[in-house]
């Protein structure tokens, strides 16, 4: 389980569960609006982190600079990063 502490949002953390071919297992945000976090996280489970990335980096809340769906992208980034050294 890897988390990641988030910047700028309502959430605070995201638990990511991520296999060997980087398709998301698991995927559970702690703080939020745990309505909409649970739908996120139905959504993407199952799905490469790469194509998770691409479809959600960039997407900002109001007047936010970014939001939990582009901070899950951040997330899997670091992730994916990780798992390359």
Known sequence: MYTYKT?????ALINIEMDEN???????FVGGCN??????????VGMKAE????R????????KPTSCPD????????LLAQENH
Do not use: M, P, W, Y
């Open 7 to 11: 910047k700028g949002t309502c959430s």
């Open 22 to 28: 980087h398709i998301i297992q698991d995927l559970n």
């Open 56 to 63: 959600l980096e960039g997407i900002h809340c109001g007047f």
């Open 71 to 78: 901070q899950l992208a951040h997330a899997l980034r670091e």
């Open 35 to 44: 309505g909409n976090l649970q739908g996120i996280s139905q959504l993407v």
């Open 51 to 54: 194509d998770v990335i691409g």
